[in-house]
């Protein structure tokens, strides 16, 4: 957190230095103000100016002096560097992203009519078929830029609560929420149409986080730590053939546990946890590795292939 001090009026206020340390109130016009950029409303530095007026709960309120107006935007200027801090540079790309290290969930409950609660901290309490559903309205919402696919991608993980629900202890299976639906995210979406477009693209950009979490995430499993992000890494295994056809991603792998019967029919493993889908995907992986390398370190098998 950056303090910013008025000495001549006794005011101190905190200033984010990134999406991960904003309340809940500034994580939603911060990314309001984010989606205006992104759909070219208003320029980068527009967002800037106008997010030390969210950041720090002030409001313009036009004294009629000229001189004092001038000092006023001129301080806002100057403040509104420290919004710098919320984007890093892309050399590939030439330009700056939002930075996204976070995968604490800032809007946890949002309220159309009724209370709808969302993932908790680290997607723990969210279920292999609502991640796999969401992957593809957040790969149709980075193709198209259409709103509605931000809608479905909230709608996807905003539910009830349970009728009852109390919750004893901490437990990454304890899910307040109604179980998931495929079918109802469609009239979840409905009832959520009216919401600020700062909440769903918050979402998506908290989502966009969790993404690049999982290609560094590591768990712990009996005591022994296991690194996720080799799910993600490309080690150029057996034949260098790649096919003409486009590939169907995680749906692929869905269809793949369903028929393994691993955790069961179809239904079932969609209502798995998805860390518990991860850890099953580790270990497959790892035996294909631990195998290629074995393959190796045998000088008859790699004569043979």
Not at 223 to 241: A, M, Q, R, W
């Amino acid at each position: 957190m950056h303090i910013v001090e008025i000495p001549e009026a006794d005011i101190k206020v905190y200033f984010p230095e990134h999406l991960g340390e904003c309340s809940k109130e500034q994580y939603i016009n911060m990314c309001r103000l984010l989606f205006k950029n992104m759909t070219d409303e208003i320029s980068y530095e527009e967002l800037k100016t106008h997010a030390v007026y969210y950041l720090m709960n002030m409001k313009r309120v036009d004294g009629g002096v000229i001189e004092i107006e001038n000092k006023k935007l001129e301080n806002v200027l100057l403040l509104s560097e420290l919004a710098e801090g919320f984007f890093e540079k892309v050399p590939e790309e030439n330009q700056k992203k939002i930075k996204l290290y976070f995968i604490n969930n800032p809007i946890y409950k949002i309220t159309a009519f009724r209370d709808y609660y969302g993932p908790s901290d680290e997607f723990n309490n969210v279920k292999f078929g609502e991640y796999v559903d969401a992957l593809g309205y957040y790969a149709d919402f980075n193709q198209t830029k259409e709103l509605h696919y931000l809608k479905m991608l909230t709608a996807t993980f905003y539910r009830e609560k349970k009728p009852f629900y109390k919750r004893f202890g901490k437990s990454y299976m304890t899910d307040s929420r109604i179980n998931y639906s495929s079918e109802r995210s469609s009239m979840i979406c409905y009832k959520l149409r009216f919401l600020n477009v700062g909440v769903f693209y918050g979402f998506y950009l908290l989502f966009a986080s969790f993404q690049k979490y999982l290609t560094t995430a590591k768990l712990y499993v009996q005591g022994v730590e296991i690194d996720v992000s080799v799910l993600y890494k490309d080690f150029g295994l057996g034949s260098n053939f790649k096919s003409s056809l486009p590939g169907i991603g995680i749906r692929s792998i869905q269809y793949t546990l369903a028929e393994s019967g691993i955790f069961g029919s179809l239904e079932d493993l969609r209502q798995i946890p998805l860390w518990e889908v991860f850890i099953r995907l580790y270990d497959i992986r790892k035996r294909d590795l631990d195998a290629y390398e074995q393959l190796k370190s045998n000088p008859t098998n790699v004569a043979n292939n």
